[in-house]
């Protein structure tokens, strides 16, 4: 059922179906950004769609745990599906994200090059002219030549005064750069709830908590996904379940692809202290490449902050999402090089997220053979972010191919209307809120100036937010200075009262996180 929005209260969604259904036509397992913008985009044609999700929020995965880049395909092997979506979805992303209230900034990216971009082993039989020569001429020659042949408009040279007008804190030693101009940033997750809620909004279905144990195949077709919560029947399944996709596939027989999980960490930087020495994504070439990370530099983000990393490391376990002391210094050590004085002591957050890259290193994207109705959205690690508008139109194609009615719905939106935003509203907009509701006046979070009223429009969203997690996501709260030292308490008092559970149910991101076990003093009490 679509959901109805109410003009005269704009935070209020009402018949939003959480319950799993016992049939759909499309049902989409997995609710990351792939996952979402397929659903999203296969609303354009039918209604009947399900996202499964077996977090209890969409974007719970790697969707929230990445450097946020819409990537150009610059640094993507020539030739693959990776390296062409990505120019696609490039070219895509400015009428992807409209209407949706999302920001989408084209900063472009700064390839540096300076003295360290060579390494030891390279530049001990060089002289320093032949250093220069091949950092100032040659390399950039040929990457820009790369970004012709892979068809990536407006790259071109900057020469050291236009770099230091662009980038004014870079460091000195630097001889050229190369603008990439189509790069973008984009809060992943925050597009990620976007999507799936428009998708909502243009009937589709959104079920949390659910587990896909198998997907069932009759007379060599899909006909149903079983799942911890019971079974829904299905004409087409859209495999999009991220570092579980080569276990999903090998639901219906497919054993052509393995996920092996690389994690890659990143540090995040306090806006106040940070803002302005970054303004667009850089990062040094290194040549030959560093082996702990796919590339990385520092970033900034549409919120304010700056980033730097990721780091690339193989793992075994696909919800290792720890990060090492080795990995922070190995940043530390590697990025502030670009901006000496950069202050690494202003570093707020440390996190990881896990990619989920195949053997051969692209996406598999594609039909399976014995399986009629089920496609595979798999492999899908960095540019998957930059390359969502195209994969969703891809595999949307490749449905129709199957039977997916081709004809557009009337009535399809891409708007989606969103909550007010304190910390952005003007006074008078501000105390007019207050005025029909006093807990906009109640600021929850003061680092980043969220209010009770924008947590518990969260709560009650179209996708309710029922953990600490979900509602930082969607309004910041405890994503400042002091990481939820102020907000967190206030936050589960109030997820607690609105979801008119205890407070010792109340969880960071789902069952087994609880925040608190008892009253204060019970346990000295009982010890007596």
């Not at 930087?269 to 040549?287: E, P, Q, T, Y």
């Not at 929850?444 to 209010?451: D, F, G, M, S």
Request: a negative charge.
């Amino acid at each position: 059922m679509a959901v109805k929005w109410d003009i005269g209260q704009p935070c209020t969604w009402y018949d939003v179906q959480t319950e799993l259904p016992a049939a759909a036509e499309v049902v989409v397992i997995g609710g990351g950004v792939i996952g979402s913008a397929i659903a999203r985009e296969l609303t354009k044609y039918t209604p009947d769609v399900v996202i499964l999700e077996k977090e209890n929020d969409v974007a719970d995965g790697t969707s929230k745990a990445n450097n946020a880049m819409v990537h150009s395909g610059m640094g993507e092997e020539f030739g693959t599906l990776k390296q062409r979506l990505n120019v696609k979805g490039n070219a895509m992303y400015d009428d992807f994200v409209r209407g949706l209230n999302v920001e989408f900034w084209r900063n472009g990216m700064l390839v540096l090059f300076a003295p360290r971009s060579l390494g030891a082993e390279i530049t001990a039989n060089m002289t320093p002219e032949q250093v220069h020569e091949a950092l100032a001429v040659n390399i950039p020659g040929l990457l820009l030549q790369d970004g012709v042949k892979k068809g990536i408009p407006g790259q071109r040279l900057v020469e050291r005064e236009e770099l230091f007008q662009l980038e004014p804190y870079v460091n000195p030693d630097t001889f050229v750069a190369v603008l990439d101009p189509t790069y973008g940033i984009v809060n992943p997750y925050k597009l990620t709830i976007a999507l799936a809620e428009n998708a909502v909004m243009n009937g589709a279905r959104v079920v949390l908590n659910t587990l896909v144990t198998d997907v069932l195949v009759e007379k060599g077709s899909v006909s149903a996904v079983v799942t911890n919560r019971g079974t829904v029947k299905a004409r087409y399944v859209v495999n999009a379940a991220g570092l579980f996709a080569d276990e999903v596939a090998r639901m219906v027989g497919d054993d052509s692809f393995k996920i092996h999980p690389r994690k890659g960490a990143t540090l995040l930087f306090d806006k106040d202290l940070v803002g302005g020495l970054v303004r667009h994504s850089i990062a040094m070439a290194r040549i030959p490449p560093d082996p702990h990370t796919k590339g990385g530099g520092a970033f900034p983000t549409v919120d304010g902050n700056i980033q730097f990393g990721a780091t690339a490391t193989e793992v075994d376990d696909k919800y290792d999402t720890s990060i090492t002391a080795e990995e922070i210094e190995r940043m530390l050590d590697r990025y502030p090089y670009m901006v000496p004085g950069f202050p690494t002591s202003a570093v707020i957050s440390a996190f990881t997220g896990v990619r989920a890259p195949t053997g051969e290193e692209d996406f598999v994207i594609g039909p399976v053979e014995g399986a009629a109705g089920f496609v595979n959205a798999a492999g899908m690690q960095s540019p998957a972010l930059a390359s969502s508008p195209a994969i969703a139109e891809m595999v949307v194609e490749i449905l129709h191919e199957m039977g997916v009615s081709s004809e557009r719905r009337e009535g399809w939106s891409g708007e989606r209307p969103v909550c007010p935003i304190f910390s952005r509203m003007s006074s008078k907009d501000r105390e007019s809120l207050i005025k029909g509701d006093e807990r906009w006046g109640h600021v929850v979070c003061r680092c980043e100036t969220v209010t009770e009223a924008e947590v518990a429009n969260a709560i009650h969203g179209i996708i309710p937010a029922t953990t600490m997690d979900a509602i930082k996501r969607r309004t910041r709260v405890g994503m400042g200075r002091c990481q939820g030292g102020f907000c967190g308490p206030r936050v589960a008092a109030i997820l607690a009262r609105e979801l008119s559970i205890p407070v010792t149910a109340v969880t960071k991101d789902g069952e087994g996180s609880e925040l608190f076990c008892c009253d204060t003093k019970v346990l000295l009490t009982e010890m007596v």
